[in-house]
């Protein structure tokens, strides 16, 4: 067997060894494995997940090998769920496996406390009424849910959670924490020491554009009363003062300087973003606190105090064009910057914990260390339960969505995934499933997404006839390019939520196999 280092080298280099130690500490358990099911769990599998338990009480039948790789013609008459899970333990032997042979909805109806083993529960292919109870039962257990469903050329995955909390959300693009226009006082004391005017140009064209930028606005602030460029013609100025400064034609450390000079116009101190975080009402905490909110708690009193409105210092620096000894000085000065910052946070987290009965050292160094690194990112996600989301959606929204040209196919796809679960609830089968009374199938389904819309308080709107018809065509089938896909996206919000890293997606994730487009509704 290869070295996990090995094994998973790709990965580690995105989510890291933290990441990875929380995979394979984790339990999933999948419910139905069709091929939504089976795809999602492949991936998750091959990630290198701790253990997986698979619950279908169905036998595999001819229609399944034309859509589930994962059995074969051998499998005929044998439990799926113990063909797909034997499939499975194949692709990885380091993850450990089960199968249950039962129901999932037999399951949720007469046990529900079986679900409070697992780390996170994929349900895939469930109707309506199951996915409100086992919502509930598992936010009751405080466990992670995806729902997840393919359904002809369409499909959904919905994430249901009380709380996530995400340090490490990893944004694409995020502005490099440098405080040139708010910098502390090692760092004025660095850049009184560089002459911007020296006379070596080799010297002058190695300073980094850090140095240049903070020079620069100093001498800006003290020549415009304290106040740095902001309209668009003094930040044209400014740009101007720097080009002013070359000497030769080829330092590219002053058009670097000038390419980031918007960092100096940013705005000081946090995000609206933080500040809701930090005014959150679980910010005061008890000793019922998450690690997280007790370390939101100390970030807040250190922002009030030894940080002056700003949050810890990232403490690491771009690539730029600088002599080496300067670069790694600075560098040194910002690592310096964010270990002092880091240490006052520290100290803060460890009184709060002692303040409300509990082990000062409960929450591991490492875990504060990357805590504080990640302070301006920090992100918070909350899901209502998904019986409030059928029941009361947003209305305002929904109305939107409904008459939005941009959204309406993929907002007739979710009303119409729950209309055809009405629609079984009804007539015991769902719409065009069987050959023969499609007219009548289409007329129905027609009827019951009008009552639903209706219920929904929607009076008056439809959906239009030719994606009605595209419902019924597609007779409730699970097409396998369409559950790989959507296999596919179920098992990333997976990954999100159990690393704590990235930012899981909010609403219900709906695809359109018709235009090959995805989108959420915030519903």
Not at 354 to 381: E, M, Q
Not at 508 to 520: A, E, M, P, R, Y
Request: hydrophobic share 40%.
């Amino acid at each position: 067997m290869a070295e996990p280092k090995t094994k998973y080298d790709r990965q580690l280099r995105i989510w890291g060894e933290q990441g990875q130690a929380a995979l394979e500490k984790a339990s999933i358990c999948l419910l139905n494995c069709g091929p939504t099911g089976s795809e999602t769990l492949k991936n998750l599998v091959l990630g290198g997940i701790g253990s997986i338990t698979v619950v279908d009480g169905s036998k595999v039948e001819n229609g399944d090998l034309g859509n589930n790789f994962m059995v074969s013609e051998s499998s005929l008459g044998q439990p799926k769920a113990k063909c797909v899970c034997a499939f499975l333990q194949e692709l990885n032997d380091a993850v450990k496996a089960k199968f249950i042979e039962e129901h999932p909805v037999t399951l949720i109806e007469t046990n529900p406390s079986f679900f409070s083993q697992f780390t996170l529960v994929v349900a895939t292919q469930l109707v309506e009424d199951s996915m409100v109870k086992l919502d509930r039962i598992c936010r009751d257990a405080n466990v992670m849910l995806i729902f997840a469903r393919s359904y002809g050329l369409t499909g959904f995955v919905r994430i249901s959670v009380k709380e996530h909390a995400v340090i490490e959300s990893k944004p694409d693009h995020f502005l490099d924490d440098l405080r040139l226009n708010n910098p502390w006082p090692e760092l004025k004391k660095f850049t009184e020491n560089v002459d911007l005017d020296t006379s070596d140009p080799v010297v002058h064209k190695h300073i980094p554009y850090i140095l240049i930028l903070v020079k620069t606005a100093e001498e800006w602030a003290k020549s415009h009363g304290g106040r740095l460029p902001s309209t668009r013609e003094e930040k044209k100025e400014f740009k101007e003062v720097i080009k002013a400064k070359m000497v030769a034609t080829d330092e590219d450390n002053f058009r670097e300087a000038i390419e980031a000079s918007f960092k100096v116009f940013a705005s000081q101190g946090i995000s609206s973003d933080l500040k809701r975080i930090l005014d959150d009402t679980c910010a005061e905490v008890d000793s019922g606190a998450s690690d997280f909110w007790v370390m939101v708690a100390a970030l807040k009193e250190f922002i009030a105090n030894e940080g002056g409105g700003e949050a810890p210092l990232e403490g690491s620096i771009p690539d730029m064009t600088s002599s080496t000894e300067l670069y790694v000085n600075l560098q040194k000065l910002y690592q310096a910057k964010a270990e002092a910052d880091f240490l006052v946070v520290e100290q803060r987290v460890r009184n709060i914990l002692k303040k409300i009965g509990r082990d000062p050292y409960s929450i591991p160094k490492t875990v504060i260390k990357s805590f504080c690194k990640n302070a301006r990112k920090l992100t918070v996600c909350r899901y209502k339960l998904i019986e409030e989301e059928f029941n009361s959606p947003v209305l305002p929204e929904l109305q939107k969505y409904l008459t939005d040209e941009e959204y309406s196919v993929a907002v007739g796809f979710y009303i119409l995934l729950r209309a055809v679960d009405r629609f079984s609830a009804n007539y015991n089968t769902f719409p065009g499933q069987f050959d023969g009374g499609m007219d009548e199938d289409i007329s129905r389904l027609k009827t019951t997404a009008v009552g639903l819309l209706s219920d929904l308080g929607c009076n008056g709107s439809t959906l239009t006839e030719d994606l009605i018809n595209e419902m019924c065509r597609y007779g409730a089938a699970e097409l396998h390019a369409v559950a790989a896909y959507i296999g596919g996206v179920a098992s990333q919000e997976v990954i999100k939520l159990i690393t704590r890293q990235f930012v899981p997606m909010s609403g219900t994730f709906i695809f359109n196999g018709i235009d090959h487009k995805s989108q959420l509704l915030s519903l």
